[in-house]
């Protein structure tokens, strides 16, 4: 299926999707955002921020909050909300960047309410902000874009699973659980196209191995739509980032004496979608930050660092610099994440935010 919307200007932005139906919006916000540069065609570096800003609702009941984030007669409500925007508002102007990516955030009034009250900081500029925001129907949070940077086109991918195989050849019905779609932005930095993806797979919640199908079908969109770019853009660079609920040793690490590290991602065909092992197998292979360094990890739970959200690239991300930002408001001593507390209204969020950044092409003072 494919659609079209108006994006920012009237320009025409392309609207993918399946058989579920989720959604896309891209909005022209009412405020100036940051310039960090010349838009001249000299290469220059862009830094995307992501982060998982854990349950980010607005003030509104609307019905698909989360029970306890229900503004009537709960803990929630509008205090606390806007004591929500006003740290994260701070956090963009400590870390100004060319582009966010929020995963579990409510909806486009959020941004909106976001941008507001950026719209005074000295790294701000004149030049309108645009944010892609997508979500499922019926879902409660979504992923939001925040760009500085022209963004040409934006997609939204979602799998539809009615039936699988089972071992034995068998067709049987199964019930797909809610999933947040993957968010395609397509934008430009001098001049210089390049594609980013925003994901947040299937979390671990009622056991990691009974919800690792999901995120294998979620692994297999993902790697479709990385073979096809890249296919469409042999040059662009290509960068995938958000919270995958997959730590890093989970995923397929290939290493060789040429390319070094690499992580493959695969359509798993024992996932079920198909008879035939033998002609459905899929892969794309990209770097990881991580590989860079980072540290112990981005999410801390039972006492331990795990390295649950991630940067991916390609060769055409050219130096590239990859950093955990632990340290400030939102972090506890150690560097452990400053967990939002619902009932106190305090915190940020229970995962650290990442900072990956690179240039569009090669810079003279570097080698490849």
Request: proline letters at 4%.
């Amino acid at each position: 299926m494919k659609n079209t919307r108006k994006g920012c200007g009237g320009k025409k932005v392309c609207v993918r999707g399946g058989a579920l139906a989720a959604f896309i919006r891209i909005l022209c916000l009412c405020f100036v955002f940051f310039i960090l540069g010349s838009c001249a065609s000299e290469s220059r570096s862009v830094r995307i921020i992501s982060w998982n800003v854990q349950t980010f609702f607005d003030a509104h009941t609307c019905g698909t909050e989360y029970k306890e984030f229900r503004a009537s007669g709960g803990a929630w409500n509008r205090e606390k909300y806007e004591r929500r925007l006003e740290n994260l508002s701070g956090f963009i102007k400590e870390h100004p960047a060319d582009i966010y990516v929020f995963e579990e955030v409510e909806n486009e009034e959020v941004l909106q309410d976001i941008v507001n009250l950026c719209a005074g900081f000295s790294v701000f500029s004149q030049s309108r902000p645009q944010a892609v925001f997508a979500f499922d129907e019926g879902g409660s949070l979504g992923i939001a874009v925040l760009s500085r940077l022209p963004i040409h086109e934006a997609a939204v991918h979602q799998i539809d699973i009615r039936a699988l195989f089972d071992g034995g050849g068998a067709l049987n019905r199964v019930s797909q659980p809610p999933l947040r779609p993957l968010l395609e932005v397509h934008a430009e930095s001098g001049g210089r196209p390049f594609v980013l993806f925003a994901c947040h797979w299937k979390s671990k919640s009622g056991g990691a191995q009974k919800s690792e199908l999901w995120r294998d079908l979620q692994e297999g969109l993902l790697a479709r739509r990385i073979r096809d770019v890249s296919s469409a853009y042999p040059s662009a660079p290509l960068i995938v980032c958000g919270d995958f609920n997959r730590a890093l040793e989970e995923f397929n690490i290939e290493e060789d004496a040429v390319k070094g590290k690499t992580v493959r991602f695969t359509y798993d065909v024992q996932a079920g979608q198909t008879q035939n092992a033998e002609t459905e197998r899929e892969y794309a292979e990209l770097l990881s930050a991580w590989f860079i360094g980072g540290g112990p990890g981005s999410y801390y739970f039972r006492e331990t660092w795990e390295k649950i959200d991630h940067f991916f690239y390609n060769d055409f991300a050219f130096a590239p610099a990859f950093s955990v930002l632990d340290s400030g408001p939102h972090t506890q001593p150690g560097g452990i994440p400053f967990r939002y507390d619902l009932y106190k209204g305090t915190g940020y969020s229970d995962h650290l935010p990442l900072s990956f950044e690179f240039f569009t092409e090669q810079p003279k003072s570097t080698g490849r």
